[in-house]
C-alpha cells in the first residue's frame, strides 16, 4: 500500500473514531486513536506489509535514500559479515567521525557517502576475510514530550516521524498530536498529526534530530486540581489548629 493511501487510511479511521464517540470521552479517546493511526501507518509503510516481493521503484527509491545519507557523530552502522560475528555488529560512531570497534577504529565515515564507507569497511574486512558483507546506517534521533517510551533511537534512514514517535509507544492519553515539534539543525517545524497528512507521513528522519510531543492544555488538570488539591490541606491543618485549640 502506498504512503497516501496510509495516510488516507490513518486520517479515516482517525475521524470515524472522533465522530462515534461521545464528546465527553473524545480527550481520552483520541490520543489512543492517533497511537493506532501511527502504528497503521508504520505497519503499511513497511515493505514486509502485504507484500512478499517490494516494487523496484520502492527498492530503488530506498537504495538512493540510503546512498545519500551521511553519518554523524553519536550515529551507528551495522555491520553484518557472513558467518562472522566477530566482525558484525552496531557501532558506534566517535566524535573524532571513527567507528568505536578495534577492528574499524581507523575507519573515519563521518561526512562522506555511504558507497564511500562501504569501500572503506571493503578494505578492512578484506585484510582478513573474503566474506561478503552488508552495511546500514542508524541515525540517532530524539523522541521525548508526552511519548509512552521518551529515549534516544537509533532508526534507519527511511524512517518517518510518524514511524519514529510510533516505535516510542505512541502519545500519551495527555499528548497535544496536532502541534508536534520537529526540531532539526536549530530549525523548528511542526506537524499535525490529527489528520495524518502527508507532511506527517512523507517526512524522513535525519541524524540528530528531534521529535517532541507537547502536553496537551487542560485548565481542569492545571489550574482545578492544584486548587482542590490545596484546599484540601489547608482546610486539614485548620482543622487540626481548631482541634488542639478546644481540647
Known amino acids: ?50 507484500q512478499n516481493v517490494p516494487d523496484k521503484t520502492t527498492t530503488t527509491a530506498s537504495t538512493g535514500a540510503v546512498d545519500a545519507v551521511t553519518l554523524s557523530p553519536g550515529d551507528v552502522l551495522r555491520i553484518t559479515v ?24 581507523d575507519v573515519r565515515v563521518v561526512g562522506i557517502p555511504m558507497a564511500d564507507v562501504e569501500t572503506l569497511i571493503r578494505g578492512v574486512i578484506g585484510r582478513i576475510e573474503t566474506a561478503p558483507f552488508v552495511i546500514e546506517p542508524l541515525l540517532r534521533v530524539t523522541v521525548e514530550g508526552e511519548v509512552r517510551q521518551p529515549s534516544v533511537y537509533s532508526l534507519r534512514p527511511e524512517t518517518s516521524v510518524a514511524q519514529a514517535i510510533a516505535l516510542a509507544g505512541g502519545p500519551t492519553i495527555d499528548a497535544r ?29 535525519r541524524s540528530g534530530d528531534r521529535i517532541v510531543v507537547e502536553r496537551s492544555h487542560s485548565f481542569f488538570r492545571e489550574v482545578i486540581t492544584p486548587t482542590i488539591t490545596l484546599l484540601g490541606a489547608t482546610a486539614a491543618i485548620a482543622s487540626v489548629i481548631l482541634y488542639n485549640r478546644h481540647r
Not at 470521552?25 to 501507518?41: I, Q
Not at 508536534?180 to 499535525?192: A, M, N, Q
Open 177 to 205: 498530536v496536532d502541534k508536534v515539534r520537529l526540531i532539526r539543525s536549530d530549525h523548528e517545524t511542526f506537524v499535525d498529526f490529527r489528520q495524518a497528512t502527508a507532511s506527517a507521513t512523507h517526512t524522513m528522519i
Open 82 to 105: 557472513w558467518r562472522k560475528p566477530e566482525l558484525s555488529g552496531e557501532f558506534t560512531i566517535a566524535g573524532n567521525g571513527t567507528i568505536v570497534h578495534p577492528l574499524y577504529r
Open 1 to 50: 500500500m502506498s504512503t497516501r493511501a496510509s495516510a488516507r487510511f490513518a486520517g479515516h479511521f482517525l475521524a470515524e473514531t472522533t465522530e462515534a464517540t461521545p464528546s465527553a470521552c473524545r480527550r481520552l479517546v483520541r490520543p489512543f486513536a492517533c497511537s493506532v493511526a501511527l502504528l497503521a501507518v508504520a505497519a503499511l509503510q513497511s515493505p514486509a506489509f502485504g
